[in-house]
């Protein structure tokens, strides 16, 4: 942890003093937020901070300082839970919101004080394959075949790999005749067809562009164009399946570290900008899927548009998806050992 | 009692174990508290579920042959260090470090980079049946490289004690060159190769950063067991976590002092 959060410290103390030298008037009112997010989001939230500081400067005359932590999501939110005072997480999956609630930083219906499950922006899971889709991939189904390599983070440890497991899943499951023993047997196969489980998105991206393994590799949608973008070279192609799991993006603010700091408001507020258009339009920049039909509309070439189910369709709810299917001695543990 | 020659046993003692007890057992205790919330069932089939039995497997084994291979390497490369001037030897002594010095998961992907059927060994080896990226051979593979510094600089020090003297004398005695090497000096670099080989091997087992990106991870194929404690980190749980830590701990302590034992028993015969 210390290895984590010192160099963060310094990014922060350095951001924060070159930030202070830029403004030359004193800091009268001026607040400081601490926003935890999981590792991807560094891009987006760089634009939304300034974009939020000149709102909150435009309508309170207040100046408002944003500083970043990025990591791991289950790591930044035990960060969370053992003193990082962060006023706001923002994560890619409720279940690790949800980890918040039992120590007590925030209450267990967090997810309804804010629009859309307290998700601004969601994302979800498409493929990504070689150039020229030499395996004439188009749909889950084809995932299953004996002659495809499929690449899929861990989904014990990354939630892009837990959404792509309960993605297949509920393909499955919504198919003729489909039900949990067909589901099972589909991930199954899915499974025997996945050469490397990478720790996290990242890692899985490597080892599909850069190492040369698999065919497909099952990633969010706001990872796809940024890893076809990053590795150029190798013309990746996207793959817009016809159905997809929704990856809700929630955010909350955390009670216990916003009442202690008395930056409560500032916080909810930043929060609230986050279902704006001016910030909708920016997560669809960032490749995140606007809540904002307009916005949506407006960016309709970039979100191809699938059937769209959730993670309580397939599998009621978060918590338990992850007693059923993820945990030790579940569905996916069950793929392995017999 | 009897005083000693030496003043300050007292307080440098107490400093002693202050310290270690701040820096070391402290935490460690904190593994053994945090396991407490199990139950002896919960906790014993926690540790033995087959897939936890396979890492174990898989990372004492592989520690274990790596640091094996790192002996004889590191031996001839310290052997090469110290008795021999040549060009480049500084730079060569400093490489040395590299591993002890890269970030773990630096050398993991670089390593599978390279050994990845794209990688420039990979490219030639895939072809000819040799997979080392996404197979325990990979595991080996990052291992090695992390211990090779242990064996070196453990065994360095000591050859560049041992003068060529007793060599010579060796020699005029009759000895042959293999000889000497056998009765001289293997004898005199054995409690530093084996505390080389100690060290290599500790490391080895509690690697997590390189290991991760070369091995695949593949339940019950390539999945070594600190992967297995973090897995159970992300799901936040701590209780299980802890339970594979603790038996990591035993096992390598128990590891540990039958190494010691044995090294002072290598020393006590030929005292």
Sequence with gaps: MISRTLPSAVRHFVSAAALAASVLTA????????????????????DYNAAFATHWEQTTGDKVTINQSHGGSSKQVRAVIDGLEADVVTMNQALDVDQLVKPGLIPADWATRMPHNSAPYTSTILFVVRQGNPKKIKDWSDLVRADVKVVIPNPKTSGNGRYSYLAAWGYALRQPGGDA??????????FANVPVLDTGGRGATTTFAKNGIGDVLLTFENEVALTIREFASENLEAVVPTASITAENPVVWVDKVVSKKGSATVARAYLEYLYSPEAQELAARHYFRPRDPAVLARHANQFKSLQLFTVEDVAGSWAEAQKTHFADGGVFDRIYVK | MQRRVLPGFGLTLGFALMYLGLIILLPLAATFVKTAGLSWEQFWSTVTSPRVVASYKLTFGTSFYAALFNVPMGVILAWVLVRYQFPGRRFMDALVDLPFALPTAVAGIALTSIYAKTGWFGQWLEPMGIKVAYTQVGVWVALTFIGLPFVVRTVQPILEELEPELEEAAATLGATRLQTIRRVVIPALLPAIITGFALAFARAVGEYGSVVFISGNMPMKTEITPL??????????????????????????????VIQLVQRYLFRSRA
């Design chain 1, 27 to 46: 800091p009268a009112g001026e607040v400081t937020l601490l926003n935890a997010s999981y590792d991807v989001t560094r891009e987006f939230y760089k």
């Design chain 2, 228 to 257: 297995l404690i973090i897995t159970k980190l992300e799901q936040y749980d701590y209780a299980g976590a802890t339970a594979l830590a603790v038996v990591m701990l035993l096992v390598s302590f128990a590891l540990l002092l």
């Design chain 1, 181 to 190: 023993t067909k589901a099972e047997a589909f991930v199954r196969q899915l």
